[in-house]
Structure formats: C-alpha cells, structure tokens
C-alpha cells in the first residue's frame, strides 16, 4: 500500500459530445451502439452512472459551434456521415447526469469568442451550485468557419486575436467569479433561525461588489448575478499543443488537454511558462485522448478491433481534419503538394497545417489517431494497464479523456475490466470521498483556486472589502 | 360529462424564478419555506414531482439579466432582501427536472437583447429534444439598466429598438428551427437495419439548409446545428401588457402571460391583432399571474395569509416595481409628485411609469399584486375555484401562473386541495396523455406550430427542396 500510494494517480475522463459521431467516424452504424440516442436523457443517464459506478473523474464533452465544410466544401459530408453533425449543445445534459450522480465531474467545452461573458458566467455557476462543485470548464476558442458565420462574422477571428480576446474573457470572469461576492457575503438568516419577522437578511451588500471591467473586447459593470459557489472558477481545462496555446494554459489551465507525439515538449515547456508566471509546476496537469479496446482474451480483442475497423470511415478523417482537397479521388503515390496543386488549392488555407511532401495515400491510410499513435492500446487488461502505466511513467501524462467506439461497450468494457486492474495496481483509487469538489479531486488541493493562480489576485481580502 | 367536457379548461402553471426571493417578497424567511434551497438540484426535483403529481401542464421560470437598482441607487436592497438577486440561470434546471418527470412541461425565460440566437436556438433545440418536447419559451426584450450594462451598453436599448431587434431574432429562430432541416432529412440507416458496413448514412444533406439570414441586426449562416426535435419551435410564450408588446404578441406568441386589470382588453386587441396578422383568433390563450392562499377551514386560511402577510416587505415591492425615490422616508399623506419633487426626480426615468397623483402611502400601502386584486383569492377550496372559474369565464383567461409565498407549502396546497375540486368540476383534465408535447396540450393542436403561424412560411415544402 505504501508503494503504490507513492505511484501517479490516473486522471480518468470519459470523452464525449452530444452527436452522433464524434471522434470515431463511422462507428455509430456498429451493431448495439446507441449513438444515435444522444437525444434522448437515457443516454446520458445511463452514461452518467455506468461512468460513477467504475469510479471515473469526470465526462469531458467537446463541441463545436458550427459544421466541418472545408473537405468538399460543404457541410455535406460531415452532415451525410453525422461527423459532429448534426450535434446538440453540451452544457445542457449535466443537469440531468448530475441529477443521477453523487460524485461525477463534468468538464464542459465552451468557446471565448463568441458569447457574452456574463451569461456564461452565471450558467457555470449555477451549474457549479447543482453540482455542488463537479464542474470543469474547458477553455476553447473555435476555429471552425461556419462557426463564425454563424456568429455574425465573415470568417474565424484570427489566432491572434482570438487568443487576446480569451484572455480578457478569462479575466471578466476572474472578476465575476473570484471578486465580485465575499464569502460571507450571503448571510441568510431566516426567521426561523430567531430572528423577528421583518428582520431577515439574505446578503449583506456591503460585501458584493460590482466589476465595472471595461477592456478592448468586453464591459461589464456587475456585480455577478450567482452566489459564490462550491469551487467558484469551475476547474479550468485548456486544449492545446500550438506555443500561442502553451502561454495561455500556463497562465490559466489547471489541466491541459494536448496530444500528439510532443506530448513531453509541451508538457515541459507548459511547466516552465507556468513558473515564469508565478505558479507552481505541479499547478498543470496533462491529459490526453487515449484510446483502449479490451476483452476477456487476445481473440476477444482481436475480433473487437477488426469489426470496430470495419466501420471506420476515411472519408470521416479527412472530414474532421478539415483536409482541402478530395484526396480519396487522387492516386495514391502522388504527394500531397502535387494534388493540391492540380486542385488548384495550394494556397487554401487548410492546406498550411498539411504536410505536403508525403503521398496522397500516406495522407489517407495514414496512422489514425482513432487506431494508433502513443496513446492507443488494444490488448487483455495486463496489456492495455501496462500501457497506461507507461503513458504515466515514461510519457509523462498524468490522464486520459478515454476514446469512445461503442456506446456502451468501451466504457463498459473499461469499467469492468481496466478499472480492477488499476485499482490493483494502485492507479486509481478505490472510491470517491464523499462531498469532494472536482477540483480536490483532480489536484489534491482546495476547492478553490490556489492563491498562485491569477484569478486569485482578484479576490478582496478582508482589509480591502 | 358532455357538460364538463364543453367547460372551458384552465392552463395550470407554476410560476418560479431560479433565485430566494422572486415574486412573494421577504417571504423567504417563512419558517420551512425551502427557497433559499434553490441552488441544489434537490429543491428542483422536488419540485417537479410535484407538480406533476398535480397534473400540472408546465413550471414557468422567470428571469432577469441583472440587478435591480433603481430604488436606493444601488443594488443594495435588492441584495439585502434577496430580491430576485442573488439569481441562476433558468435554462439548467429544467434538464434535471425533466429527468424526474414525464409530463411537465417547461417555461424558459430569456431575452432577445443581448445574447446570439445561433446558441440560442441550438440550446432550445437540445432541450426540446432531451424533453421529449416539452419546452416553451417565455420571448422577453428585458428592461433592467443594470441587465445592459452587465451586455456591454450604457443603458438598456429603447423600448422601439428592443422590439425591432426581438422581431429579427425570432425571424432568426423560426429559420433554424422551421427551415434549416427537413423533417426527413435524419436517415440514420446504420447496417444493424441491413447494410453493408460502410453503407450507412446519418443525414441526407440535399435536405439541409444554410440560412444566409442577413438583417439588421443579425448575420447567421447555418445550417442549424440540431436535427428537427418533436416540437421544432417551442412553444412560444409572451409576456406583455403594452401596445408594443400587443403587436409582437398577435403576431408569434401561443400563450400571452399578461395582466393587471386591462387583460380582457388586451386579450380582445391581442386577437384582432393576430387576426389582422393572418392568424386565428384562437390561436392565442392568455395566462395571468394569480396568487391562491388555501386550507381546509376558513381558520386555516386566515391564519396562513396573517403569516404569510407578517413577513411581506414593503421595501421589496418598491424595489422590484423600480421606485425612483425612498418612498418609506416620506409623510404619508404626500403626494408622488410632491415627494419626487423634494428629491429632484421628477425627470427620473423611472417616474415616468409612476401615478402622480396619489399619495405616497396609497403607493406603498396599495394593493399589492401579491395580495390583492383580480386574480387574488384566499379562501376554502370552493371558495377558490369559484374564483378561478369566474377568471375563466368572465374575466377571459385560459390559464395562471401560479405564484408561490411559500416553497412547496403553496403548491402542496394546491395539489391536494384545490386540482381535485377543478377536476370535479371539470376544469382541468383527469390526467395526462402519453407522448403528448407541451403544444399538443396546450393548444390542441399538433406538436408543431399551425401553418398560420408566421414561422411556418420558412418551411420548405418537397416542391421547394
């Protein structure tokens, strides 16, 4: 016990989105999966406790603002394929899970740049009240174009502009959330507490206060419409592996969602961006998508894997990739560069984050996030564990958003038989702590911000207030 | 039977806010009274069961975007008394509570002034799917100075503006709901239904539309993101009293929360107007605020309303009504007039609104619409449906908003006593039908809007597509 209280903790996430197909494209189709009843609150109810029973941290729920209509140049395959699309907001589904739930976390996707900061941060509030304190927000900032289109504007917000504005996002709601109520503001004392009737006091005014924030982007007087709840600042989650990325998670992020094969860089660099910030290290921790199919024995898992495949959609990656140009229509041995130049496309925009010099059939047959890379085992429970040890030890992760194939299978499957083996390895815990916020869980700490972390300077401290 | 079945039936709301204080002001402090609970689920979900437990068609959750500040020049005594500050938001109640109920239905408030209707739409989509539909939308333009200023303006919007703006919005709406999807566009064939894997497809995309809107006030390309839900448009709820509010009213609302003494002749304007706009006039029903104080003897009455009367607040009635002047610290016998001259408010904007010319204690002594006026009834069960019926058939109403001064002592009440009497006499009906959208009970209708409703001309027909 000693040993294995001293290893790294698993943060465990289940990944999701409130659509069709999100991440693993085609696999909706597979028999018995109920993707196709994200609809419905028994999906997510069903979810939501499948999820708490094998002792999960959180259900991380992306979503985008608009269709993917770069590849074909029109919303139409994504839409013809259900790749996150058509989709349902995702806010609106933890209630319901939370309903059905003691101790789940929810790390919910929310974008900077086009909704007011204000009503944002009375929902995350009062989602953080019906939780009582199991809500994370991850921080993105868009990039979809039919998002902006849908938003007013001509086109995305450039990067730089977008990651300026986020920042200021996040301080109005540093404010709202950190400065603006005291702690003891709300005093509520009813009469039935032996007070005389008249006499009653909800919140003592003095000790709320307006933001008055006026910066390039926002003005907002204040003060904010929530009472402090459980964790105030909902845990923060930041997505990124890009260096304008790294300097707002360091600044910012209490998690960090990366990936890829710079995993360890980013990591680095994200810590030591955090220091120069004047947090600690240890304040970041990584996640990333991981993706694991298991079974009972190597013939089990074999027959998963290849019916899984069997529904995997190309076209479905090249859809999510945003990639510019029909490249299932061109010969496999030519590169990347000659097709966007036949296509007359070399300048499109996507065709920038595209790697130009291999083969049109690198491009497509290529390792799939979905089916390969670092972060992806298929194997008995030993296999897929000692991977998910080494991911921890050797790459340097502290958790994983858990890919999902099948709806429920793989959280099934993941619950019955990975979770045991963790538990034995002492992994993963052996069960919540009852009244335990998102954020106690998630880092040790208090159930508010750190004293080091930014939004803290706007707290009042007694002799300002 | 026959008889009853001719009656005209009662709309059976519970009106609610997601804050301690919403409409009952001080009342909060009763003893047992549960609202200063309404931040935890479990005052939500109780809630609910309720009020389905009393065949209730729907809770009605109002809103505002920012604190009252008007009277004292601060939102201070709108703090001290919990006067619908500190609040939540209204939205993200309604999942959890559709978790633990079948029927009910939901009223949402939320205003057209300041956030995109893109999320919007999306957000009424998703729970109008994950209800099965049974959402409707309180339409409101909002009008606290504060709401704005928390929007990034300096002021609220012009009442005219406000308006032209809320006309665009809903066009907006009416476009993703009604016209972006086809109602066979979703095909979602997976092979578990005969296919070959790779077969399978989620939307047909030739019937999925962008919606290119370009208006004043609002660009919003689409598609919209959600497939069709039951309802498409949910119900649509107006609340108004004004003649600006009329026209708005006739043209898209369904139901027309209104009141005050003119409400047969804003009802009759209402539905000239809507005949006028090619609508029917019974296309429109119109629910008042009503407030019912009952018990099992005329002894239990009284003693309920003296209590609950003993901690009603006079101050909070002057702030939520947005009383330009301390009218507590003022002679009695004074008049409006002379005590707004003494402050020097006379050219306040909030005067305008104000009776000169009585007396500042017939302001704060006047009837108080919580205890008083037409849709006002203390008294035994016969007692009260007696009223309820004479508002149905004389004063015009189809239904209330059942305003609440004790949580859940007032709809317990309710429930127990006075839903068997009105079923007696055939004023409500005997239960609910399985499957039936908010609309269908509502209206009698279908579960999407009539084609005389303006929404229905943005809706492709197959010639069209």
Redesign the interface.
């Known amino acids: 016990m000693t040993e294995s209280l001293a290893k790294k903790q698993l943060i465990l996430n289940l990944f999701e989105m409130?659509c069709?197909?999100h991440i693993t494209h085609?696999l909706?189709?597979?028999?018995?999966?109920h993707r196709?009843e994200y609809?419905?609150?028994a999906y997510w109810?069903e979810l939501a406790r499948l999820a708490e029973s094998g002792g999960f941290d959180a259900i991380f729920i992306a979503d985008v603002?608009?269709?993917y209509d770069v590849y074909g140049d029109?919303?139409?395959?994504a839409?013809?394929?259900?790749i996150q699309?058509?989709?349902?907001?995702p806010?609106?589904?933890?209630?319901?899970m939370?309903?059905?739930t003691e101790h789940l976390g929810f790390g919910i996707t929310f974008s900077t740049s086009?909704?007011?900061p204000?009503?944002f941060a009375?929902?995350m509030?009062?989602?953080d009240?019906?939780?009582?304190g199991r809500v994370g927000w991850n921080v993105v900032t868009s990039y979809l174009p039919?998002a902006a289109?849908?938003?007013?504007?001509d086109a995305e917000i450039p990067k730089a502009e977008r990651y300026a504005r986020a920042a200021e996002y996040l301080d109005v709601l540093y404010k709202l959330w950190e400065g603006s109520?005291e702690d003891d503001a709300?005093v509520?004392l009813?009469?039935?507490d032996g007070?005389e009737?008249?006499s009653?006091?909800?919140?003592?005014?003095?000790k709320?206060h307006a933001i008055d924030h006026e910066g390039a982007h926002?003005?907002?007087?204040?003060?904010h419409?929530?009472?402090p709840?459980p964790q105030r600042t909902p845990v923060l989650f930041l997505a990124t592996a890009s260096p304008d990325g790294v300097e707002q998670a360091a600044r910012n992020a209490e998690v960090v969602f990366t990936g890829g094969p710079a995993v360890k860089a980013v990591g680095a660099a994200t810590r030591a961006a955090a220091v120069e910030a004047g947090r600690s290290a240890d304040d970041v921790s990584f996640i990333v998508q991981a993706g694991v199919v298991t079974g009972r024995t190597d013939e089990e898992v074999a027959e998963k894997l290849a019916l899984y495949r069997?529904?995997a959609?190309a076209q479905g990656k090249l859809v999510h990739r945003s990639v510019p140009f029909d490249a299932l229509s061109h010969p496999k041995d030519r590169t990347v560069r000659e097709a966007l130049e036949i296509e007359g496309r070399l300048d499109h925009p996507g065709a920038a984050s595209l790697p130009l010099d291999i083969t049109v059939g690198q491009l497509v047959d290529g390792v799939d996030e979905a089916w390969g890379g670092t972060f992806f085992v298929a194997g008995t429970p030993t296999v897929v564990v000692d991977a998910i040890e080494r991911w921890l030890d050797e790459e340097g992760i502290d958790g994983i958003n858990l890919r999902q194939y099948h709806s429920f299978d793989t959280l099934r499957d993941f619950v019955e038989l990975i979770v045991p083996e963790l538990r034995r390895r002492g992994r993963v815990r052996e069960g919540y702590t009852p009244g335990e916020t998102l954020r106690e869980r998630l880092t040790g700490g208090g159930p508010r911000l750190p004293e080091t972390h930014p939004a803290a300077a706007y707290r009042r401290t007694a002799a300002e207030a």
Chains 1, 2 share one sequence.
């Open positions: 409130n069709v197909g085609g909706w189709r597979l028999p018995h999966n196709s609809k419905d609150l109810l603002l608009g269709a029109s919303p139409a395959p839409l013809l394929e259900g699309a058509p989709n349902n907001d806010m609106l589904v933890v209630p319901a939370a309903a059905v086009y909704e007011p204000f009503a009375r929902r509030s009062t989602l009240h019906l939780t009582k039919n289109r849908n938003f007013g504007l109520w709300v509520a009813p009469e039935a007070l009737p008249g009653g006091v909800y919140t003592d005014p003095a709320v926002f003005r907002v007087a204040g003060p419409l929530s009472e709840s069997s529904f959609s």
